[in-house]
T-cell receptor, first 111, second 116 residues
Framework: DQQVKQNSPSLSVQEGRISILNCDYT??????FLWYKKYPAEGPTFLIS?????DKNEDGRFTVFLNKSAKHLSLHIVPSQPGDSAVYFC??????????FGQGTELSVKP | NAGVMQNPRHLVRRRGQEARLRCSPV?????VYWYRQLPEEGLKFMVY????????ESGMPKERFSAEFPKEGPSILRIQQVVRGDSAAYFC??????????????FGNGTRLTVT
C-alpha cells in the first residue's frame, strides 16, 4: 500500500524555468510533509517542509504547496539551475517518528 | 559538527554470512532511524530507535534482521544469513526529537550492501 506517491519518475526542465514536482498521499492522518533531494551515492538532504496547518512554505528558490482537500503537495523550484539536477523525494509523517517516502522523481535541468 | 556517519560505505557478503552496518548519529541526536532503498525504489522505513529502546520496528523483516542503539556507541543494523534480496542501500538518519514535531531527519551517506 503506497501511501505517498510520486507519479512522475522523471522531469526535464530548461535552466531558468520553473520545476514543479508533484506528490499525492492517501493517509489523512499525515500532518507534516517534507521534501528531500538526493544525489547519486549520497544520502538524502533535507530541503523544505510544511505542516498541515499551512498551505504554503517558501525558502529562497524553493516553495512547497499543500492542498489538503486534494491530498496533494508540490515543490516549485524557480529559477531552476543545473545543480538542482537530482532525485527528489517527498515524505510524510503522522507522528510517532517515522517518515513515509514516495518513489522519487529524477529532475534534470538542462543548460 | 559532523553529520550522520555510516560505515562501511560498501559491504560485500556471500549468501549465508552476517552483515553489520554501523551508524553514528549527529552529536546530541538521540533518535535514530534505519531505511532501506532497493534498486529503482524509494526509501522504506525499517526501524526507529532511541537510546537502548526500539520504538517502532514495523518495517523490519520478522527474521534475520535486528537493530540496536546502545547507551554508548553507534547504532547497529545486523542482518544474519544474508540472501541476494538483501542487496540494497541502507541509510541511517537521526533527529534531536521525533520527526513529526517539526524536526527533519538528517541522513548519512548510506551503506551499499552487495550479496554475492
Amino acid at each position: 500500500d503506497q501511501q505517498v506517491k510520486q507519479n512522475s519518475p522523471s522531469l526535464s526542465v530548461q535552466e531558468g524555468r520553473i520545476s514543479i514536482l508533484n506528490c499525492d498521499y492517501t493517509n489523512s492522518m499525515f500532518d507534516y510533509f517534507l521534501w528531500y533531494k538526493k544525489y547519486p551515492a549520497e544520502g538524502p538532504t533535507f530541503l523544505i517542509s510544511i505542516s498541515s496547518i499551512k498551505d504554503k512554505n517558501e525558502d529562497g528558490r524553493f516553495t512547497v504547496f499543500l492542498n489538503k482537500s486534494a491530498k496533494h503537495l508540490s515543490l516549485h523550484i524557480v529559477p531552476s539551475q543545473p545543480g538542482d539536477s537530482a532525485v527528489y523525494f517527498c515524505a510524510a509523517s503522522a507522528g510517532g517518528g517515522k517518515l513515509i517516502f514516495g518513489q522519487g522523481t529524477e529532475l534534470s535541468v538542462k543548460p | 559538527n559532523a553529520g550522520v556517519m555510516q560505515n562501511p560505505r560498501h559491504l560485500v557478503r556471500r549468501r549465508g554470512q552476517e552483515a553489520r552496518l554501523r551508524c553514528s548519529p549527529v552529536k546530541g541526536h538521540s533518535h535514530v532511524y534505519w531505511y532501506r532503498q532497493l534498486p529503482e525504489e524509494g526509501l522504506k522505513f525499517m526501524v526507529y530507535l532511541q537510546k537502548e529502546n526500539i520504538i517502532d520496528e514495523s518495517g523490519m523483516p520478522k527474521e534475520r534482521f535486528s537493530a540496536e542503539f546502545p547507551k554508548e556507541g553507534p547504532s547497529i543494523l545486523r542482518i544474519q544469513q544474508v540472501v541476494r534480496g538483501d542487496s540494497a542501500a541502507y541509510f541511517c538518519a537521526s533527529s534531536p526529537s521525533p520527526t513529526g514535531s517539526g524536526s527533519p531527519l538528517h541522513f548519512g551517506n548510506g551503506t551499499r550492501l552487495t550479496v554475492t
